[in-house]
């Protein structure tokens, strides 16, 4: 039996880069940290590269390691890779270290099981 595993960090900067202009020298660091953030998947890497992108050109900054920080922060990616819509598992890793079953799970994050069901387990 495969078991399939986690991109590495330096094959998903690989996969950023490809994603991105090629023509532009300094987006390594870019690359470096969207891949740290994006959890060993590229459809993640390539979604932040992205978000990146558009905040760059809304802002009108051509440098995308020093708009990279920023526009991260903005969605609120932390730096595991975390945004709002992974309160439980960050809650589950935080408090409980594993999960503890869906009611205690609710009650530790104050939300409804039927919430937790449509919002957060699609992801």
């Known amino acids: 039996m495969h078991r399939l ?7 998903l900067e690989v996969i950023v880069r490809r994603s991105a202009d090629p023509r532009r020298a300094h987006q ?3 690359a470096a940290e969207i891949a740290r953030r994006s959890r060993g ?3 993640i890497a390539n979604r932040l590269l992205r978000r990146v992108r ?3 050109q809304v802002r009108r900054r051509a440098r995308l390691p020093a708009v990279t920080q920023a526009a991260l922060a903005m969605l609120e990616v932390d730096d595991r890779g975390f945004d709002e819509i992974d309160a439980l598992l960050r809650t589950i890793i935080d408090k409980f270290g ?4 869906r009611q205690h799970d609710c009650a530790a994050i104050s939300e409804e099981k039927d919430a937790i069901e449509d919002i ?3 992801f």
């Not at 594993?98 to 079953?101: I, T």
């Open 41 to 43: 998947t590229p459809r």
């Open 98 to 101: 594993a999960a503890r079953g």
């Open 120 to 122: 957060y387990e699609p």
């Open 54 to 56: 558009d905040y760059a």
């Open 28 to 30: 390594d660091e870019a």
């Open 5 to 11: 595993d986690f991109y590495a960090d330096a094959d």
